[in-house]
């Protein structure tokens, strides 16, 4: 049940009574409940078959292309590009629904936060060699330990800086950085990319939210995931922005205490 009390007052200010307002929220969580588990399991039943399918068309793009008409070649592009794309749906849509749903167990271990953002330098190597992008590391000496499940968090910063990588132009310039504020630590990816309009800073992180004129064929579920990942963590995450001069990702996570 949800409730609230609200006191009645007079005109002299004395109590004159009492609203109880009782709200049976049972039938809501539970349709919550179904439509969470129905995602899931929709998810979960196209997977099979759209990895075989995707696997098919690869096959065919790789052995037949040399036989096809031009105008056939391009279609099965087409058809690839497609199939990928919604695999990689249905795998984000899979993954938000076990998280929302508490399936996802984290296993929590105390890390060095400079671990992390190697691991995610080494990840983008490969793509950083191929584009004028710089991706810089700056993290104070003492900085403390945090508590975090080491691949949930660096799920959370490949896709931030796999959004960064997208967004910047030549001479993309994008920084990881983290310093201590309480009892939290604070994580930022920065880049150098066109920003975030005001209107949708909040928005962003609601699922298949994308900001119009700026979408770049993802799914619109990437934000959505990372901030389910930090709730778990009992952190928050936030984006700080003006458009034309980039923007800067932020979340905290616990300092090890
Ligand atoms: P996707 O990237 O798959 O569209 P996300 O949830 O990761 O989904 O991002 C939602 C939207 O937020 C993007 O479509 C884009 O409009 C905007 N966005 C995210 N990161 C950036 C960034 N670094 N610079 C500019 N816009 C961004």
Redesign the pocket.
């Known amino acids: 049940y949800l409730f609230s009390v609200t006191a009645i007052r007079g005109m002299d200010h004395n109590l004159s009574g009492i609203v109880l307002l009782l709200r049976d929220v049972t039938r809501l969580k539970e349709v919550e409940q179904l439509k969470s588990d129905f995602v899931m399991a929709a998810s979960h039943e196209l997977r099979t078959p759209l990895t075989s399918l995707g696997m098919s068309v690869d096959l065919l793009l790789e052995h037949a292309s040399g036989t096809l008409a031009a105008k056939d070649q391009e279609l099965l592009k087409a058809a690839h590009e497609e199939v990928h794309r919604m695999k990689a749906l249905v795998n984000?849509l899979l993954d938000l629904s076990k998280i929302e749903a508490g399936r996802i167990e984290m296993e929590y271990e105390i890390i060095q936060v400079i671990t992390l953002f190697d691991h995610v330098r080494t990840v983008f190597r490969h793509q950083l060699e191929m584009r004028p992008v710089e991706l810089s590391v700056e993290i104070p000496d003492d900085l403390p330990r945090v508590r975090a499940d080491a691949n949930k968090i660096t799920w959370v910063l490949t896709?931030?800086v796999s959004?960064?990588l997208?967004?910047?132009g030549s001479d993309g310039h994008i920084q990881l950085k983290a310093h201590r504020i309480g009892p939290n630590v604070h994580l930022f990816?920065q880049?150098n990319?066109?920003?975030?309009p005001q209107e949708?800073q909040l928005k962003?992180?609601q699922k298949f939210?994308?900001?119009k004129g700026?979408?770049?064929?993802?799914?619109?579920?990437?934000?959505?995931?990372?901030k389910e990942i930090v709730r778990a963590h009992g952190g928050t995450i936030w984006?700080e922005?003006s458009q034309g001069n980039?923007?800067t990702?932020t979340f905290t996570l616990p300092v090890n205490a």
């Open positions: 984000d896709n931030l959004n960064a997208r967004y910047v990816v880049d990319g066109p920003g975030i949708y962003i992180f939210v994308q900001v700026q979408e770049t064929g993802g799914t619109g579920l990437g934000l959505a995931i990372c984006v922005s980039g923007s990702f």
